[in-house]
């Protein structure tokens, strides 16, 4: 088991909205993206990152377990109970 792990990724513009089952957008921040990132065993923000004007996001030294990452416009404080994505809403 590993005591700590490391969780990134990229948000894409991909203009046909994934008809194609395809990612093949372009890396993308609109402006004031944030990944969040929440424990699913305690329901709360472990962690927030803006994203990157690349698109991209990094959480480092994060301690093992399990989580899913939410893209939102808001920004959250770590240790709240988990937010909802809130994107333009013509965003996927």
Same mark, same amino acid.
């Given at each position: 088991?590993?005591?700590?792990? %490391?969780? *990134?990724?990229? #948000?894409?513009?991909? +203009? &046909? =909205?994934?008809?194609? &089952?395809?990612?093949?957008?372009?890396?993308?921040? !609109? $402006?004031? +993206?944030?990944?969040? +990132?929440?424990?699913? !065993?305690?329901?709360?923000?472990? !962690?927030?990152? !803006?994203? =990157? *004007?690349? =698109?991209?996001?990094?959480?480092? %030294? #994060? &301690? $093992? $377990?399990?989580?899913?990452? +939410?893209?939102?416009? #808001?920004?959250?404080?770590? $240790?709240? %109970?988990?937010?909802?994505? %809130?994107?333009? *809403?013509?965003? #996927?």
């Amino acid at each position: 088991p590993f005591s700590t792990i %490391s969780v *990134s990724g990229t #948000v894409y513009n991909d +203009l &046909n =909205g994934l008809t194609d &089952n395809l990612i093949n957008g372009i890396p993308f921040n !609109a $402006g004031g +993206l944030y990944a969040v +990132l929440i424990n699913t !065993a305690t329901n709360n923000i472990a !962690a927030v990152q !803006a994203v =990157g *004007s690349n =698109g991209t996001y990094n959480f480092n %030294s #994060v &301690n $093992g $377990g399990q989580y899913y990452v +939410l893209i939102t416009n #808001v920004h959250h404080n770590v $240790g709240n %109970s988990a937010c909802t994505a %809130s994107v333009t *809403s013509n965003w #996927v």
